[in-house]
């Protein structure tokens, strides 16, 4: 068996034990071929160039300013079974504040916002929605209390629903 055929018996054999689709395999091939002829990666010189995925994956997300978005693992005890598992929990905050700040993913082309969802002209936010959202609003307004929804300083403040403050009030609601 010459060389080519080891590497390619070996690759379908890590496939396979990964239970991966095995189309998969020509795509590494394609991408092996790629990355050597194209990019220049010396596989020979692979372990002073490649690292682990972990390793990999922590540079890219320092690499990005991604650290806080990434999830952490936490115990908890499911009540019924009370058996104990770890749970995968992400904070939405830093996410969130990713994708709004994006430049890639905040351009005009991206976003559908209508002028008036609810009624056209001049209608005040607040009235069109009360008007033609009621059931919507009621259903924002009954959820869990840790849940919430940031609207525009034209609509109500309540218990799920927050507002930005402005003016005089905004450094002392």
Request: charged share 20%; aromatic share 12%.
């Amino acid at each position: 068996m010459d060389k080519g055929m080891r590497v390619q018996t070996k690759l379908m054999e890590i496939l396979s034990k990964a239970t991966v689709p095995l189309y998969l395999f020509e795509k590494v091939q394609d991408w092996a071929y790629d990355a050597a002829t194209k990019d220049g990666s010396d596989f020979g010189n692979a372990g002073t160039s490649l690292k682990g995925r972990r390793t990999y994956l922590k540079f890219l997300f320092t690499r990005y300013g991604l650290e806080d978005i990434q999830p952490k693992a936490v115990g908890v005890t499911l009540p019924a079974s009370k058996v104990a598992v770890e749970m995968a929990i992400f904070d939405i905050r830093p996410g969130i504040y990713s994708l709004l700040t994006s430049p890639l993913l905040m351009q005009d082309k991206n976003l559908n916002f209508p002028n008036n969802l609810a009624a056209p002209g001049k209608t005040n936010n607040m009235r069109a929605f009360l008007n033609k959202c009621t059931i919507l609003w009621q259903y924002l307004d009954s959820l869990d209390m840790r849940f919430f929804f940031v609207w525009d300083n034209a609509y109500l403040l309540s218990n799920n629903m927050v507002i930005p403050f402005s003016g005089a009030n905004k450094n002392d609601p």
